[in-house]
């Protein structure tokens, strides 16, 4: 699961008698007419540990910044080491595919640029904005003769946590290794003297054995081998016709796989889950569908077989064989499987809205196809696993 990294550390005591100028001496009056019994309810919310919303001056927290919350880690840091009691914040970050002096690197950016969200009371802020005072609150908010500065919910900080989780580790590029590409396979080439060329993979047979090979041009042939992983991409999959496959419209397999994956969200896979798992894999795993469509089918098997025989590894590769398959898509159904299983096999937040996007148009159909109907029920059914609401 956009990542977001979360800091964990105490709740600091601190002196009660620390303030933030004027503006904290005020918020500890008492207002025209209040009683008494409204005072002191007003200075033990002070002392609530809430999810607190921090901003920074636009200025400070840039787009470019590695976190807007390096000041919050120096100060844990500087508490962890003289065993002081900590705080707890969130500062979640996005991976985001950068050129860099010619090859493609993950780098980590910040996700919400300027916002720090701190799990303490209003009081413990007001004493660190003494070291740091560009941490500012937001504006309070009035209630009556009542206010408060805006904070979430536990609810609603797990549920932003599960957003800014569901940006992490999303690679808009794919970068297979060499021999894991096909006859037909066209990739673009990113680095080097070949910066630009699109080519097609072919196979040249030559000293005994197959050199994968790219056609430039219909002229040129290279050899693939010297163009390194990270120095292209994929940009289109072999739709080369005649390869051989049994059906996967096996509704035993199909309906088995769905029900194992619910057990498996909510306390693991049973034997006989994990053996139709392999069932599934044995079945399948093998077969080189020709085209899209056909992809989408056997990849929204393979990734719930996978997860639920417990190969993360192959599991892994498959997801991201089938992020960098998706934008490719067109075909409205398949995409649609795509989005549903990639979901209810990892729970994002991404995938839950863009299968919505496409399966919620189809509930108001008056009677929607059975393919349609059966990833309406699955969709609601992950919704209902993971707790999320649509």
Same mark, same amino acid.
């Not at 207002?31 to 607190?52: K, N």
């Given at each position: +699961? ?8 105490? $709740? ?5 008698? +620390? ?44 787009? !470019? ?59 413990? *802020? ?19 003769? !009542? ?20 940006? /992490? ?43 994968? +090979?790219?056609?430039?041009? !219909? ?15 994929? *940009? ?16 035993? *397999? ?22 139709? /798992? ?15 469509? +056909? ?18 590894? /192959? ?17 409205? $159904?398949?995409? /649609? ?14 995938? $839950?809205? !863009?299968?919505?996007? *496409? ?32």
């Amino acid at each position: +699961m956009p990542s977001g990294q979360l800091r964990r550390a105490n $709740q600091s005591g601190g002196i009660d008698g +620390m303030t933030d100028g004027t503006d904290r001496r005020k918020g500890l009056a008492s207002l025209p007419g209040e009683s008494a019994e409204s005072l002191a309810h007003r200075r033990a919310d002070r002392e609530a540990t809430r999810w607190y919303v921090l901003t920074l001056p636009l200025a400070v927290g840039t787009r !470019d910044s590695v976190s807007p919350a390096r000041g919050l880690e120096a100060e844990l840091e500087r508490r962890r080491r003289r065993g002081e009691r900590l705080f707890e914040y969130f500062a979640p970050s996005y991976v985001e595919v950068r050129r860099v002096d010619g090859r493609l690197v993950n780098t980590r950016r910040p996700l919400l640029f300027n916002y720090i969200f701190i799990h303490a009371s209003e009081n413990e *802020i007001f004493r660190l904005k003494r070291d740091f005072p560009l941490y500012n609150l937001l504006p309070r908010v009035f209630e009556g003769d !009542d206010y408060h500065y805006p904070y979430l919910s536990e609810s609603e900080m797990a549920n932003l946590r599960w957003v800014a989780a569901s940006y /992490a580790d999303e690679l808009p590029v794919y970068v297979p290794e060499p021999g894991r590409l096909r006859v037909g396979d066209r990739v673009r080439v990113t680095s080097g003297v070949l910066s630009g060329v699109e080519a097609e993979v072919v196979v040249r047979p030559g000293g005994g054995r197959k050199d994968l +090979m790219v056609r430039v041009l !219909d002229c040129l042939w290279v050899p693939l081998l010297t163009v390194r992983s990270g120095e292209y991409e994929v *940009i289109s999959l072999s739709r080369e016709r005649g390869r051989v496959y049994e059906s996967v419209d096996n509704d035993r *397999i199909w309906t088995g796989l769905h029900e194992a994956l619910g057990r498996y969200h909510s306390g693991g896979p049973t034997e006989a889950d994990r053996s139709l /798992a392999r069932e599934a894999l044995d079945r399948y795993a093998r077969l080189e569908p020709e085209s899209d469509v +056909m992809r989408c089918k056997v990849y929204a098997l393979l990734l719930r077989a996978y997860r639920i025989a417990g190969d993360e590894g /192959a599991f892994s590769r498959l997801l991201a064989t089938t992020r960098s398959l998706l934008p490719s898509v067109k075909a409205e $159904q398949a995409r /649609a499987s795509l989005l549903v299983t990639l979901y209810g096999c990892t729970g994002s937040f991404v995938y $839950q809205r !863009d299968a919505h996007a *496409i399966v919620d148009a189809w509930c108001r159909e008056p009677s929607p196809k059975r393919v349609k109907r059966r990833l309406i029920d699955w969709l609601a059914d992950y919704d209902r696993w993971f707790g999320h609401s649509a």
